[in-house]
């Protein structure tokens, strides 16, 4: 007999905490950027540095009337998420802007306006612009320097978002635990996994709450292909009653199911007691999470734990896949009147192959 499983992925994504940008600074009113050198505005004044021990020397920002006009109508089409025309505008004003600060954040609304439609390589380059043209204040500034780190990243671009990081971190001269993460993050990503899981174990060994770190270095044993360093790692943790949100089961089930060796029947455990806890939701994912178990169980002629299982997944899906192998197995055991109940909810529900319930239903 044939029977139909999902398909278990996994995939553990470094955990970068510039994941996103920070807002651009709207336009200022002209008349406290009077281009005159006058007096800082007011709204200035009241933001605190997010970079207080910055090295560089803020510039004094000035602007002129046709460059408050024109980056109003840039910063209005942003906030109206008319990204397309907040780019149209930002990339035809930003290269003739008549002053650095004009220019910067012309380019630093552009740049939020491209990472908003997920085109990375374009708000790069953006938020490049802005650092070259240093005419925001010390927030702007180092704002778009952490928005390209974001840029470069999610673009693929490890070994730029590092060097970028780097320099970020160096003038800023943060002691933000963020950005450590991101560094080691970026370093699992650029040749030096090794590195990055050492320090992730020495975090992680000093304060077992880390998540952060917790998950890092899950993401660097997956890099280098050590699926039984993640194994021993996630089954301490879940000992210690430490993987405790769905993501964090689901990492754990599914890397039990793709180990080699079988483990299908501590993941029926973890399921089990997840989804009694209402901690695994009663999904898609979760009834081929248990379609995969009664494959297994079945493959060791436990045919009656592979009904159980398979019986659970048919109770969290909507398609009939679950049904028809339930079907499947009442038959081969010769209990026809039950074969032809479960093959008529895969009729219901409809399966991949209608043609496989006929023999079931007769």
């Known amino acids: 007999m044939r029977y139909a499983t999902g398909l278990l992925s996994l995939s553990i994504a470094a955990v970068l905490a510039c994941s996103t940008v920070a807002s651009p600074a709207a336009a200022q009113d002209s008349s406290s950027r009077s281009g005159q050198g006058g007096q800082n505005n007011k709204k200035d004044a009241q933001e605190a540095p997010r970079y207080p021990n910055a090295t560089r020397k803020e510039p004094k920002p000035k602007i002129s009337d046709e460059g408050k006009k024109k980056l109003d109508e840039i910063s209005n089409a942003y906030s109206a998420q008319d990204y397309a025309k907040t780019l149209s505008l930002a990339n035809e004003y930003a290269p003739t802007a008549s002053t650095p600060y004009e220019k910067a954040l012309a380019y630093e609304i552009a740049g939020s306006a491209a990472f908003s439609q997920k085109d990375y390589t374009t708000a790069a380059g953006d938020f490049q612009q802005v650092i070259a043209a240093n005419g925001l204040d010390n927030n702007g500034h180092y704002d778009s320097m952490s928005n390209l780190v974001a840029s470069l990243s999610n673009s693929g671009k490890y070994p730029e978002a590092l060097k970028a990081l780097d320099q970020f971190i160096a003038e800023t001269r943060t002691t933000d635990p963020q950005y450590a993460n991101m560094r080691l993050s970026l370093l699992s990503h650029t040749g030096k996994a090794g590195d990055a ?4 174990k020495e975090r992680l060994a000093k304060d ?5 770190a917790f998950q890092n270095l899950l993401a660097t044993y997956q890099q280098q292909n050590k699926n039984a360093e993640m194994l021993a790692l996630l089954r301490d943790r879940y000992k210690q009653g430490q993987l405790i949100t769905a993501d964090d089961l689901r990492t754990y089930y599914v890397t039990l199911l793709q180990n080699p060796g079988g483990n299908w029947k501590e993941a029926q455990e973890v399921l089990d007691s997840g989804v009694a806890k209402g901690t695994i939701p009663k999904d898609e994912q979760t009834s081929t999470a248990y379609s995969v178990v009664a494959q297994s169980a079945f493959g060791q002629d436990q045919w009656n734990i592979a009904l159980a299982n398979y019986a659970k997944a048919a109770g969290m899906s909507s398609k009939g896949d679950a049904d028809l192998n339930r079907a499947r197995i009442y038959f081969g055991q010769g209990k026809k009147a039950e074969a032809k109940a479960a093959a008529l909810e895969a009729q219901k529900k ?12 007769k």
């Open 197 to 200: 899981e050492a320090a992730f």
């Open 208 to 212: 077992p709450n880390d998540h952060t």
């Open 350 to 361: 409809g399966v991949k192959d209608p043609k496989a319930l006929q023999r079931y239903l």
